[in-house]
């Protein structure tokens, strides 16, 4: 069956340390987001891109990269300059070609600072 | 631009009541809409969606969600609850233009025996 994989499911980073979420989907969907979640404050979105070799900031960017130099994976890296990492990430994808179709999630990432 | 509230962080209800989560958008033409359930240190999974046609759409789950363009609402309603349906549930919003709904912030199911 088709779908999104993420890993690692749980993952700890110490001060000061780059650490990148693995996000491969088997979909060919064409668009894929990460987004942020924090207790009580819903999704919010970190990066998308919906071709590849191209991707585009969200709302919540900054300390956060990626890239998309394959159809199927889209990494997000959490980088030093990112103050407060400790959080559940999440990443979908979704198909251009109807844009009401809604997104399909994997099942998450979580990432805690020691 | 687009917006989405959802008006209820928790709601309790007891198992095989009834249930409606509220869900209220703001944008001025015909959006997206959608809700989503995520269990406990999970994904989100799609529950059903509407963009065109019949108001009432029907779901996975036993689910159900009327769109009132007049009041600007996209309710979820489910006529008996289970004990399994106790997670978080996400209303979003999404327009033409943009590929990107923008998400609620969630309201917390919680089901008594």
């Known amino acids: 069956d088709g779908g999104i994989t993420q890993s690692p499911k749980y993952l700890f980073r110490k001060e000061g340390q780059n650490v990148t979420l693995s996000c491969e989907q088997n979909?060919?969907?064409?668009?894929m987001y990460w987004y942020r979640q924090d207790p009580g404050q819903g999704l919010r979105l970190i990066y998308y891109?919906?071709?590849?070799?191209?991707?585009q900031k969200g709302d919540i960017a900054e300390g956060y990269s990626v890239s998309r130099e394959k159809k199927e994976s889209f990494p997000l890296t959490v980088t030093s300059a990112q103050k407060n990492p400790t959080a559940f990430y999440l990443c979908?994808?979704?198909?251009?070609?109807?844009?009401?179709?809604?997104?399909?999630f994997g099942s998450g990432t979580r990432l805690t600072v020691v | 631009a687009q917006s989405v509230t959802q008006p209820d962080i928790h709601i309790t209800v007891s198992e095989g009541a009834s249930l409606e989560l509220r869900c209220n958008y703001s944008?001025?033409?015909?959006?997206?809409l959608f809700w989503y359930v995520q269990s406990p240190g999970q994904g989100l999974q799609l529950l059903l969606k509407?963009?065109?046609?019949?108001?009432l759409v029907q779901g996975i789950k036993g689910f159900e969600a009327e769109f009132k363009r007049s009041q600007s609402s996209f309710n979820l309603r489910k006529p008996s609850v289970h004990w399994s349906d106790a997670a978080e549930y996400f209303c979003?919003?999404?327009?033409?233009?943009?590929?990107?709904?923008?998400f609620g912030r969630g309201t917390s199911l919680i089901v008594h025996p």
């Open positions: 891109s919906q071709i590849v070799n191209d991707f």
């Open positions: 979909l060919n969907h064409d668009a």
């Open positions: 979003a919003v999404g327009s033409g233009g943009s590929y990107i709904p923008t």
């Open positions: 944008y001025g033409a015909t959006p997206y």
């Open positions: 509407y963009f065109s046609g019949d108001t």
């Open positions: 979908a994808s979704s198909t251009n070609r109807d844009r009401g179709s809604g997104y399909t």
